[in-house]
């Protein structure tokens, strides 16, 4: 079964800053890994996927995710972060048999102005 | 437009009761999913259907029961309610069950049992 620990609970960084959010996955196969964000009493909306290929994918709004096998990571970072960025970050990861989302627990974003 | 709708967005239930969420989706996708957040557990997944049929069921109680009257349609019915099924409720959907195809979730109902 897969498994996705997200490191950080709360993340807190000023506006202009860059970000790197943790993701750490358990699966032994090939996972395919997503980045959602839940902004406040809102549903979550997908920011980039990994599925093959390219280890760096580019998402919306700036943000960007490595998958590094050899770590069985998948960070999120932005070079810059805008106030409007805070909001809470899920790392997940899926397999090829169906299509059942495992999550992080999550990282609450804060952005100072 | 919304995409896919839940209703309802908030709803408070009594120990015991039996309530409905409600879910439709217009992006023409063939799988639908169920998933749940709580307080005390991050989001989990409960179902997913495929063209109508029942794929993967990770709930541990049959108080939850899917109900797919339609193609776009996924509702889920709670019986005998608990404080415990208190969450917020999320509908989601995919172009097709398999990996890697990504999930678009709707925006959620608050359940809340007194």
């Known amino acids: 079964a897969q498994s996705v620990t997200q490191p950080d609970a709360r993340v807190t960084v000023s506006e202009g800053a860059s970000l790197q959010l943790r993701c750490k996955y358990s699966?032994?196969?090939?996972?395919?890994l997503f980045w959602y964000v839940q902004y406040p009493r809102q549903g979550l909306q997908l920011l980039l996927k990994?599925?093959?290929?390219?280890?760096v994918v580019q998402g919306v709004n700036g943000f960007e995710a490595e998958f590094i096998k050899s770590n069985s990571s998948f960070h999120l970072r932005k070079a810059s972060v805008h106030w409007s960025d805070s909001a809470v970050y899920f790392c997940?990861?899926?397999?090829?048999?169906?299509?059942?989302?495992?999550f992080g627990q999550g990282t609450v974003l804060s952005v100072i102005p | 437009d919304p995409k896919i709708i839940q209703k309802p967005k908030y709803l408070v239930a009594v120990t015991g009761s039996e309530k409905i969420l409600i879910c439709e989706q217009y992006?023409?996708?063939?799988?639908m999913y169920w998933y749940r957040q709580s307080a005390k557990k991050p989001l989990e997944f409960m179902f997913s259907?495929?063209?109508?049929?029942?794929?993967d069921n990770q709930t541990a109680s049959s108080r939850f029961q899917p109900q797919s009257s339609k193609k776009n349609h996924l509702d889920l019915q709670i019986t005998a309610l608990k404080p415990d099924d208190s969450a917020t409720y999320f509908c989601?959907?995919?172009?097709?069950?398999?990996?890697?195809?990504?999930?678009?979730f709707g925006p959620g109902t608050r359940l809340t049992v007194l």
């Open positions: 989601a959907s995919s172009q097709d069950r398999w990996g890697g195809y990504e999930q678009y």
């Open positions: 699966y032994s196969g090939t996972p395919y």
């Open positions: 990994y599925y093959s290929g390219d280890p």
């Open positions: 997940a990861v899926s397999t090829g048999g169906n299509n059942k989302l495992t």
């Open positions: 992006l023409g996708h063939n799988a």
């Open positions: 259907y495929s063209y109508q049929k029942l794929m």
